[in-house]
């Protein structure tokens, strides 16, 4: 089974998220047109008339999305049959939150050995 296909997202803690987006804006060239801040769209290699993407997104320092770990950023996997790697993850005793159904795709979140939050992510179809 084909498990992580990918980076979904990358997401960080930041003491001012808007100031930090124009300064990457300013001198990086990296666009935050949505809310979710940056998206990265690419294609994918297994059949390239489909466009992919992957978010960059500052977050709020004192934001509880990544709890419950202290870092200050989590990284979104995207992931194939995320129902069957659940299962999977389950079964080797590690705890699973989700899944969770979104407008985007399912959703699931996993600690990893030192403590850093990972969020699984089965996009919708054709995103």
């Known amino acids: ?9 990358i997401f960080f803690k930041a003491q001012n998220p808007e100031q930090l ?11 935050c047109t949505s809310e979710s801040g940056a998206i990265f769209e690419w294609r994918d290699t297994d059949d390239p008339e489909k466009t992919e993407y992957t978010v960059w997104d500052p977050f709020p320092r004192d934001t509880d999305y990544f709890k419950p770990s202290d870092a200050s950023f989590m990284i979104n996997y ?3 049959d995320i129902q069957a790697l659940i299962k999977e993850l389950r079964k080797a005793g590690l705890q699973v939150s989700g899944p969770k159904e979104l ?15 990972i969020e699984l992510w089965e996009p919708v179809a054709g995103t």
């Open 78 to 80: 995207r992931v194939q």
């Open 103 to 117: 407008t985007e795709g399912v959703f699931a979140w996993v600690m990893d050995p030192e403590g850093n939050k």
């Open 1 to 9: 089974m084909r498990k992580v296909t990918g980076i979904g997202g």
């Open 21 to 31: 987006k124009t300064w990457y804006r300013d001198h990086l060239g990296i666009e």
